[in-house]
């Protein structure tokens, strides 16, 4: 039996209630025990035991988070930010990554939670062309999700929060400013290897974390899955600053397998229409977005203050970036970095291919009722439910979008 097999299978067996699938070997016991309990394994594990004579896991890991002892892969759970570099350069296929959809299976089955789902701007498309957003919402509460959220509504309130601060960081001589937003590879990198310039990051969540916080400020008892095509973001969400705003996180793979456990049919689906989100919340989903959102807002509030933006796709690419800020090789004064080439449609387990879906995105981003954060009313709502009365107030007064640099 493939792992593929076996995970749908036993999706099934819980959702049915049935027993679970008996008379498995070894290897496929251990595959068991990681899907049952993920929280007990790390976030990148190994399908069976290997030689790794090659050792192209550990040589595409730039964060050193795997080693060699004793001639076998060894993770070091501490350094390993779910890149997924390590997955992709193994030859044998013999790595995957935490499962969580078992996990939420079961969460989704006790009543008393209510399971939210945060959707991942990066989801238009990734589910075919019959699942349109309001679709998805619908499927989702068919399978037993108390509603959705798209996390780019929180992405609206971070461009907010990052505009502000660029303004503010521009008064002072040779000023610039890292974005602190979406990718915590990008956010791991700057900690590990170039903490002189780390001071340039705005203390700030990522729109997950900022999703997950305050809904359940707002909403006592719920629980929170954030759905999205990121490895990255199962170790985000488990970082002890951070722990608690998310109980699970699924990729739009796992996410697609528990469609097709339920037998979801987008064709067939009577949409459920809700916009919460700004133009500039959907851009987080491809490269540039995060920069195009906060330039558009920066211009809207400090028409005379300029954003000069520098991005990075891949790895790679966004050390080369940030090596040249540090030896101030580089124009610019807003820089941005995704660990995925063309960004989150990149992510190592989106269902579209990246072209595309950053197309879409464009498209979905721009037949969105409200331009700019400021104009989104659902913004406002959430900033006045929270107590606040004006969105400067709640920027300056609420610790809930701040984490320590």
């Known amino acids: 039996m493939t792992f593929s097999e076996l995970h749908r299978s036993v999706l099934k067996a819980k959702k049915d209630g049935t027993p679970l699938p008996e008379n498995l070997t070894d290897k496929e016991q251990?595959?068991?025990?990681?899907?049952?309990?993920?929280?007990?394994?790390?976030?990148?594990?190994?399908?069976?035991?290997?030689?790794?004579?090659?050792?192209?896991?550990?040589?595409?890991?730039?964060?050193h988070a795997l080693e060699i002892h004793d001639g076998k892969a060894v993770l070091n759970p501490d350094k390993c930010t779910g890149c997924a570099k390590c997955i992709e350069a193994c030859k044998n296929q013999n790595l995957t990554f935490s499962h969580d959809s078992i996990k939420?299976?079961?969460?989704?089955k006790e009543p008393e939670h209510p399971v939210y789902a945060l959707m991942a701007p990066a989801f238009i498309g990734q589910f075919g062309a019959d699942a349109t957003p309001s679709r998805v919402r619908s499927a989702l509460k068919q399978i037993g999700f108390a509603g959705m959220i798209e996390v780019a509504a929180f992405a609206d309130?971070?461009?907010?929060?990052e505009s502000l601060e660029f303004t503010q960081n521009m008064q002072q001589p040779e000023a610039f400013?890292?974005?602190?937003?979406?990718?915590?590879?990008?956010?791991?990198?700057?900690?590990?290897?170039?903490?002189?310039?780390?001071?340039?990051?705005?203390?700030?969540?990522?729109?997950?974390?900022?999703?997950?916080?305050?809904?359940?400020?707002?909403?006592?008892?719920i629980r929170t899955v954030f759905i999205g095509p990121c490895l990255a973001k199962k170790a985000e969400?488990?970082?002890?600053?951070?722990?608690?705003?998310?109980?699970?996180?699924?990729?739009?793979?796992?996410?697609?397998?528990?469609?097709?456990?339920?037998?979801?049919?987008?064709?067939?689906?009577?949409?459920?229409?809700?916009?919460?989100?700004?133009?500039?919340?959907?851009?987080?989903?491809?490269?540039?977005?995060?920069?195009?959102?906060?330039?558009?807002?920066?211009?809207?509030?400090?028409?005379?203050?300029?954003?000069e933006p520098v991005f990075a796709n891949g790895v790679?690419?966004?050390r080369k970036l940030l090596e040249n800020v540090l030896s101030g090789k580089t124009d610019g004064n807003f820089f941005e970095g995704m660990a995925c080439p063309g960004g989150c449609v990149g992510g190592p387990k989106r269902m579209l291919e990246p072209v595309r879906a950053a197309g879409m995105v464009n498209d979905y981003a721009a037949a969105a009722p409200?331009?700019?954060?400021?104009?989104?009313?659902?913004?406002?709502?959430?900033?006045?439910?929270?107590?606040?009365?004006?969105?400067?107030?709640?920027?300056?007064?609420?610790?809930?979008l701040t984490r320590s640099l």
Not at 182 to 207: M, Y
Not at 241 to 258: C, H, N, P, Q, R
């Open 237 to 307: 969400a488990k970082e002890p600053e951070l722990a608690g705003a998310i109980d699970a996180v699924l990729t739009f793979e796992e996410l697609g397998y528990m469609f097709d456990t339920f037998q979801v049919d987008f064709s067939r689906i009577e949409g459920e229409e809700k916009e919460h989100s700004a133009e500039a919340g959907r851009l987080y989903a491809r490269t540039g977005g995060v920069s195009h959102a906060v330039s558009e807002c920066v211009r809207k509030i400090a028409p005379d203050c300029h954003l």
């Open 370 to 400: 409200y331009k700019t954060p400021a104009e989104n009313p659902y913004v406002i709502d959430l900033i006045h439910r929270l107590g606040f009365f004006t969105i400067e107030e709640f920027l300056k007064g609420s610790d809930i």
């Open 104 to 108: 939420v299976l079961e969460m989704l």
């Open 316 to 318: 790679a690419d966004c």
């Open 30 to 63: 251990h595959q068991l025990d990681c899907l049952l309990h993920p929280d007990e394994h790390p976030l990148v594990w190994k399908m069976s035991d290997c030689d790794c004579k090659d050792s192209d896991c550990v040589a595409a890991c730039t964060f």
């Open 157 to 161: 309130i971070l461009t907010l929060k």
């Open 177 to 221: 400013q890292l974005t602190s937003c979406c990718c915590p590879v990008w956010i791991k990198l700057i900690r590990k290897d170039f903490q002189k310039i780390a001071g340039h990051l705005p203390a700030s969540v990522s729109p997950m974390i900022a999703c997950g916080r305050i809904a359940k400020q707002l909403h006592k008892g």
